[in-house]
């Protein structure tokens, strides 16, 4: 019913930037939090940073001051501008709703992206 669709991954040098954009599409009536996770190779899956839909926001401390998240409410759309990429972010980064109430008024659980990669390299 409701799909996550990521962009913007790629390869960048360390103290670069990326943008990475989700777009949630479906019959969506209201979405109460989105946000970013990451899982590098042989670690668990993170949370990076979140946004309600009032706009309150949430960053792991490894991200806080490099990472802003931002929210369209009218377009079900986030994006994360990721600045001074270390190496250490270099992971697979998933989009995520939380609390995604349809048309029909059902409340769906957690709806996850496909991941795009993000690799910070020289």
């Known amino acids: 019913q409701v799909q996550l669709v990521e962009s913007g991954g790629g390869l960048v040098q360390p103290g670069g930037s990326l943008r990475l954009s989700c777009a949630a599409s479906?019959?969506?009536?209201?979405?109460?939090?989105m946000g970013w996770y990451r899982q590098a190779p042989g670690k668990q899956r993170e949370l990076v940073a979140s946004i309600t839909s009032g706009g309150s926001t949430n960053y792991a401390d490894s991200v806080k001051g490099r990472f802003t998240i931002s929210r369209d409410n009218a377009q079900n759309t986030i994006s994360m501008q990721m600045n001074s990429l270390k190496p250490e972010d270099t992971a697979v980064y998933y989009c995520?709703?939380?609390?995604?109430?349809?048309?029909?008024?059902?409340?769906?659980?957690?709806?996850w992206g496909q991941g795009t990669l993000v690799t910070v390299s020289s």
């Open positions: 479906g019959s969506i009536f209201s979405i109460d939090a």
């Open positions: 995520n709703a939380k609390g995604t109430v349809v048309v029909s008024r059902a409340r769906l659980p957690d709806v």
